[in-house]
């Protein structure tokens, strides 16, 4: 075999680490291998965490989080950044301020509450997402419940997907995904800047194992935007690779299991 001297596109996601092995760095990791690119990690917190739910979480210091930031990008530079789990008012704050320095697209997952309903982020935190993170966002994530924990709208239906993207935009990313998987009928998310609008639908999988789903989206697009994608055809990309992999979820242990993030190399597909 020759060897491979084409350096793959590098994409680096700033977040918390699940021991599962189904959400967070792990599923970003994945997620990032399967499309291709180079995945790098910064750490912002462990977590004790299983199918069942989140048992413990540890956030790191602000100095080590800012320390694995600059270490992997003054040397080996990024061409998209995706965030997640950011436990604290500092550590949304720091990352923020470091994401503005960094001429890279940014994948904003505004993670508030685990698929367990355990809560991931401060709410005192939400501020700091509203008014550092989210301006420095390409794209931002929000499922119906982080959108409604960052505007106060509560979506029923898809006319309140629309304003809820609109009040997200006024935060200030230039694009917003709003994820509608929790309402009832197939899957459907609203893409949009606020000008254009993509309504990305997709048939529902009757499969509880969908542990990773918000974390693999939001990996799925900053991979496809380090390839040189444009954001609607990133995102249509990335909700194909997550419908795909939601089929494909096992079980594990004895509560909800993960989405199978190999699932485009496994021989049964």
Known sequence: MPLRTAVPPRVLTVAGSDSGGGAGIQADLKTMLALGVHGMSVLTAVTAQNSLGVQGAWELPVEAVRAQYRSVVDDIGVQAVKTGMLSSAALVETVAALLADTDAPVVVDPVGVSKHGDPLLAAEALDSVRTKLL????????????????????????????????????????????????????????????????????????????????????????????????VPTAVRAAKEYVTGAIAAGFPLGGGIGPVDHGWLTRTSH
């Open 135 to 230: 301006p420095v966002a390409t794209v931002a994530t929000p499922n119906l419940d982080e959108v409604a924990q960052l505007t106060g709208i509560a979506v029923t239906d898809e006319p309140g997907m629309r304003r809820a993207a609109a009040g997200i935009l006024a935060h200030g990313p230039r694009w917003v995904v709003i994820k509608g998987g929790h309402l009832p009928g197939e899957a459907v998310d609203l893409l949009t800047d606020g000008d254009e609008e993509h309504w990305l639908r997709a048939p529902r999988h009757d499969n509880r194992h969908t542990h990773g789903t918000g974390c693999t989206l939001a990996s799925a697009i900053a991979s496809g935007l380090a390839r040189g994608e444009d």
